[in-house]
């Protein structure tokens, strides 16, 4: 029997019709792609996967639906919505929901602490007016993308006493993580000689962290100027004190 005569535009017909069903990435025509040559007739794409960005979309999508809803009044539904993922994608890569607030927490949480809060203080000459300006900002059109709802760590840590031992940990963990940071850069401005040697640097980031936390707390819509510049204020006092 003879072949029917090959056809580009019947081939890249088929290409440009992708599978129904996958959430993970699938090329168009014109991108980079394998084809399958068991047929000389048709060209078949082979699918290019790429968990990593599915993962961290859903990552993404969950750690804001839970800085949005709580872990109690977080719905798989919204994150599968905001992260246009499939039901099947999300326990490929998470067992449940568990794991994947497991998840959040641990990748994450540490995120938005580098992010917001210790990378400005790296190499820093005086980690002084850097702090005072991270409170400054609170109250500006400058202020951290990811504080519009509050403080992500303050929101979840709220919510602890509804979750198990092993979460509250892995917060707690967070915190930790945050402290240590923090007390670091206080050591160097101590060696540095911009901060006292007589303070202990970890009772210190214990402090302004715990600070930082309850003004955080409280919803931006119940924090107005008069209680942001009260906070500025007193946290400014705070800081002149740790001067030499």
Avoid at 203 to 224: D, K, S
Wanted: charge should be negative; charged fraction near 25%.
């Amino acid at each position: 029997m003879s072949k029917e005569p090959f056809s580009f535009s019947a081939a890249l017909a088929r290409i440009s019709r992708p599978d129904e069903g996958h959430d993970d990435d699938v090329l168009e025509v014109g991108e980079s792609m394998e084809l399958d040559g068991a047929s000389e007739t048709a060209l078949v794409p082979k699918r290019i996967r790429n968990p990593d960005a599915t993962r961290q979309k859903l990552l993404d999508a969950a750690f804001g639906e839970i800085r949005r809803a709580g872990f109690g009044g977080a719905s798989i539904s919204n994150i599968l919505e905001q992260s246009g993922c499939t039901k099947g994608a999300l326990y490929h890569h998470f067992s449940g929901k568990a794991k994947l607030i497991n998840a959040v927490i641990e990748e994450c949480l540490p995120g938005y602490v580098d992010e917001v809060w210790l990378n400005d203080l790296e190499g820093a000459e005086d980690i002084l007016p850097v702090l005072m300006g991270q409170v400054d900002r609170l109250g500006s059109e400058n202020a951290p993308a990811m504080l519009a709802g509050g403080c992500p760590l303050a929101r979840l840590a709220s919510g602890a006493g509804e979750l198990d031992e092993s979460l509250r940990k892995r917060i707690d963990g967070v915190y930790r993580y945050w402290r240590r940071g923090l007390a670091s850069r206080i050591g160097k401005a101590q060696f540095d000689k911009t901060v006292r040697t007589d303070i202990e640097p970890s009772a210190v980031a214990e402090f302004i962290i715990a600070a930082l936390h309850g003004f955080l707390t409280r919803p931006p819509a119940l924090r107005n100027l008069e209680t942001q510049d009260s906070f500025a204020r007193e946290f400014a006092r705070y800081l002149n004190n740790l001067r030499p």
